[in-house]
């Protein structure tokens, strides 16, 4: 049976143009870092306001996570609304369902006024459990909806083939395809005298009024403001975000089922958690995304299992006999569950950053869009501050840090008394390993064309060992989330400086 290929269905089916590398000095009013969904929406707003705006990014538009999502278009951000009412308040986690619900009606607004078509389809959105011990959280999911006004619905079966103990739908939700939502944007940008650049990776900051972004390579951008949308901030140990985002990889794979889509979208918090919604292909067939398998990034052993048990759950489940296309996605979560949005500390008033939406970027980051772009227009937060980075989101979420601060103190010390592995000449083509060189682990890997590539291990955001991923092949970093190509060039941050090559 086909596995199908190793790419994304939204990247294969959306067409970018190519933007030059920024590789000179150059000014401008607003400078964003970052081309996925928070960044090129931020570029869009402040474009159609009249500001000068420059873009950035270190790959290609929509090649980062927005390229590797699943595209729910929804407020139903887990079971979130009863934990937010116990953390913060009614009206706390009513700003954040009302705040996910505007950027559904965006985004249908944005595909009038471009004379787009985005794909987006209305659907009710699920959470379900087919575990009794879950149930009580799904009961009160439901209660925090009743006391919000949320409408939807506690039932006992959802539409998809799968045994329930209990679900929570929500009404009125959307799922699209992000990157021809962001396609229509960029061209808009270019359009209307914004720029925007590609292979420009940003290095460093120099702080002031003006700031000025230094480039990866040479040449840099002079602004009045700098807009990190970078997914994990490149800038990180400004406001110390290297210790107060958590992060997790997760995966999907996408096939055709000799089933009728029933509608909907679906996701369980079971453990492993599964995830369900469909989309078309360019044949107009229906394809089902199915998703989860989460964990850390860069634990594990043989990273390719998870989509294998991804595929052989909905071989079982929804007879899917042909999978077309499998890809993964990192995501960061804050302390306290709520997004980072907003100026990057409080003394800091013309950097601004966007964050920790989890695993529901679509929302997030046209949520951080237009929060920034109100900060940057009037300096007024239009939600009410809830995703300051600046507040006191240690206190609600102290269980979360001390995990991280255990995890990146254990791999600071275990990664460098980590076994070696086979020698190159013991490597198969395609595979990877780590050796010792005058004491150094040293990674190497055989492509294959049989040439072998070899890297310095330490990772260069804050020097944890990165691991082999075989599933990308990639080196990833268990501590922040940083990703090497398996040469060692970045591919996403915190880390902006290449691992080491190794003679």
Not at 127 to 134: A, G, L, S, Y
Request: net charge negative; aromatic share 10%.
């Amino acid at each position: 049976m086909s596995t199908g290929k190793h790419e994304s269905y939204w990247i294969e089916t959306s067409s970018f143009p190519n933007y030059e590398k920024l590789q000179e000095d150059t000014e401008t009013e607003v400078c964003v870092v970052g081309g996925g969904i928070a960044g090129i929406t931020t570029a869009y707003l402040l474009t159609k306001k009249g500001y000068k705006v420059t873009l950035i990014e270190a790959l290609k538009l929509g090649h980062g996570t927005t390229g590797y999502t699943t595209a729910k278009l929804t407020a139903q951000h887990d079971l979130i609304y009863d934990q937010l009412i116990s953390k913060f308040g009614e009206e706390t986690a009513r700003i954040h369902f009302e705040a996910a619900m505007e950027t559904i009606d965006f985004v249908r607004e944005t595909e009038k006024d471009l004379q787009a078509d985005f794909q987006i389809s209305q659907e009710p959105a699920y959470v379900f459990t087919d575990e009794k011990k879950n149930v009580r959280q799904i009961e009160k999911e439901w209660q925090a909806y009743e006391k919000l006004g949320i409408p939807g619905a506690l039932v006992d079966e959802i539409a998809l083939p799968l045994s329930v103990q209990k679900a929570v739908r929500m009404d009125n939700q959307a799922q699209f395809h992000p990157l021809l939502f962001l396609q229509a944007m960029a061209e808009y940008i270019s359009s209307h005298g914004g720029h925007i650049y590609e292979d420009t990776r940003a290095e460093t900051i120099e702080e002031g009024e003006p700031a000025t972004v230094k480039l990866k390579g040479g040449g840099s951008v002079t602004t009045k403001h700098v807009v990190i949308a970078t997914h994990f901030p490149f800038y990180d140990f400004k406001g110390g975000y290297f210790a107060r985002l958590d992060i997790a990889r997760s995966y999907i794979v996408a096939g055709k089922s000799p089933h009728t889509y029933p509608g909907g979208m679906y996701i369980s918090i079971d453990s492993p958690s599964r995830s369900v919604r469909s989309a078309k292909d360019k044949s107009g067939n229906t394809l089902w995304l199915v998703g989860g398998d989460g964990h850390r990034t860069g634990k594990g052993n043989n990273m390719k299992e998870h989509y294998s048990n991804l595929r052989n759950w909905g071989r079982s489940e929804f007879d899917i006999g042909e999978f077309d296309y499998n890809w993964s996605a990192e995501d960061f979560m804050s302390l306290d569950s709520l997004f980072y949005i907003g100026r990057i500390t409080k003394r800091t008033q013309n950097l601004y950053v966007a964050t920790a939406f989890r695993k529901w970027g679509m929302s997030g980051g046209i949520t951080a869009a237009k929060e920034i772009t109100s900060l940057i227009e009037n300096g007024k937060s239009i939600y009410n501050d809830i995703y300051d980075p600046a507040r006191q989101d240690g206190i609600k979420g102290i269980g979360t840090l001390a995990k991280n601060m255990v995890e990146v103190s254990k791999e600071l010390v275990s990664g460098k008394l980590e076994k070696t592995e086979k020698t190159s000449e013991e490597l198969s083509r395609g595979e990877a390993g780590k050796i010792r060189q005058n004491g150094k682990l040293v990674g190497i890997y055989k492509d294959n064309d049989g040439t072998v590539h070899k890297v310095d291990t330490t990772c260069t955001h804050m020097g944890c060992e990165v691991h082999w991923n075989n599933a990308e092949t990639t080196w990833d970093c268990p501590c922040h989330g940083s990703r090497f190509r398996a040469s060692g060039e970045v591919i996403e941050g915190p880390a902006v400086k290449d691992l080491k090559k190794v003679d």
